[in-house]
């Protein structure tokens, strides 16, 4: 045997025993990763391809894909005021109650992060409103705002304030702020929790070398509170803009979609289409077109939530 051929030979079985320990190790990492798989394929992949092929059937609610349509379904939606403005109705209600619920959580929690001690009791009676069921919250308001027997317009009426009774859920404008009032009560706990979970993170050493420094509460708050915060509440205002663009059960029990359609949401119009209208395939290509737009709109919340990152790191 030439030496050629010994090296040959010892290549090969070199290589053999590679093979043998690469391929148990290959084989393990892939047991491992074989639940995620199956779990993101029956709870994500399943769904999108069984949307996908309603919006591009016939389908209705007892007898689906009946034919193929094409991008129909899209082209309707996109040529239905009615839809594209409960959309818009979705995006500004979304954005504005978000951010109006992260700036009074971000209060709340600075003041019980401020009493120490007494903040984390303080914490367990705010956790009352998110355990209560969103219909049922939404029943308590309903009652609340009641024009006859109802406590707001008793109240207002018994202290002189309004002549007669408000029927609150019945004009446009106040019915949105009622549905954003139940909103606020239900979800701005939880939003108090994140932030005091964020505040609880910042080392109390920074904030005592600043009083060393002779900075006041207002200068900690800007060059310290807020910068070391930044990332999560970005984080926080992401979840709470997803929860709000579900917008649903609070419309079905105040107001459903009413007074005419001025409070009807993008979740609620898709619902009444698939349901009461039995147009599952129109009511899927109109989940597909607002799922986009929520994309589109939560795009600018991930960027910045990405910069802070960037300038914390």
Not at 29 to 40: D, E, K, Q, V
Not at 86 to 101: D, H, K, N
Not at 205 to 214: P, S
Request: with cysteine; aromatic share 10%.
């Amino acid at each position: 045997m030439t030496a050629f051929a010994a090296d040959a030979l010892r290549l090969g079985e070199t290589r053999r025993t590679t093979r043998r320990t690469i391929l148990p190790a290959r084989l393990g990492r892939a047991l491992w990763i074989a639940p995620i798989i199956l779990a993101l394929s029956v709870t994500t992949l399943y769904p999108t391809v069984f949307l996908l092929a309603l919006a591009f059937s016939k389908s209705t609610l007892g007898k689906p894909f009946r034919g193929f349509v094409g991008i129909k379904h899209f082209a309707t939606t996109l040529q239905d005021p009615l839809f594209l403005s409960a959309i818009g109705r979705s995006v500004a209600y979304a954005l504005s109650t978000s951010l109006l619920q992260l700036a009074l959580g971000f209060v709340i929690a600075l003041l019980f992060t401020s009493l120490l001690k007494a903040g984390r009791f303080l914490m367990s009676l705010v956790l009352l409103p998110l355990m209560t069921p969103p219909v049922m919250v939404g029943v308590a308001w309903k009652l609340i705002l009641a024009p006859a027997g109802g406590l707001l317009n008793g109240t207002l009426i018994k202290y002189g304030v309004i002549p007669e009774p408000i029927s609150f859920l019945g004009h446009p404008l106040l019915a949105w702020l009622a549905i954003a009032l139940a909103d606020l009560w239900q979800w701005t706990p939880f939003i108090v929790i994140l932030c005091f979970a964020a505040l609880s993170t910042i080392p109390e050493g920074v904030h005592e070398a600043a009083l060393v420094d002779g900075a006041n509460a207002w200068q900690r708050f800007r060059h310290i509170t807020l910068p070391l915060v930044a990332a999560p509440l970005s984080s926080i205002y992401l979840l709470k803009l997803i929860l709000s663009f579900k917008l649903f059960d609070l419309v079905y029990i105040l107001t459903f979609g009413g007074p005419g359609f001025a409070t009807t949401s993008a979740g609620f119009s898709i619902y009444r289409r698939a349901i009461e209208q039995f147009d599952v395939g129109r009511a899927a290509a109109e989940t597909i077109v607002y799922g986009l737009v929520i994309g589109l709109a939560t795009l600018p919340v991930v960027r910045l939530h990405q910069h802070f990152e960037r300038r914390e790191s």
